[in-house]
């Protein structure tokens, strides 16, 4: 049981990749899921449509400044996304 609060990042590469499945909506609901249940926030949601390939994603540094500057002790990274 998830407790405490928690930061998710959520990320696709393409338009074909949120189709198969792994899309932004599952992510989230993988994310629900893990934390249902428990004494929990999510505070705080990251997404980003971008090539895990590329280096300089704007929005994974974002989050990672964002958790570094909050109270929130955990990342949720469903598996497919980092």
């Known amino acids: 049981m998830a407790k405490g609060k928690w930061v998710s990042y959520l ?3 393409t ?4 189709r198969s499945g792994l899309g932004l909506e599952a992510q989230r609901k993988a994310v629900e ?3 249902n249940g428990g004494s929990w926030k999510l505070a ?3 997404v980003e449509v971008e090539s895990g390939k590329r280096a300089d ?5 974002d989050a990672v400044k964002a958790r570094a500057a ?3 002790p955990s990342w949720l990274l ?3 996304t980092v």
């Open 11 to 13: 990320r696709v590469s």
């Open 15 to 18: 338009d074909r990749q949120g």
């Open 33 to 35: 899921d893990f934390l």
């Open 44 to 46: 705080n949601e990251f």
């Open 57 to 61: 994603r704007p929005v994974l540094a």
């Open 70 to 72: 909050s109270t929130a």
């Open 78 to 80: 469903p598996s497919w």
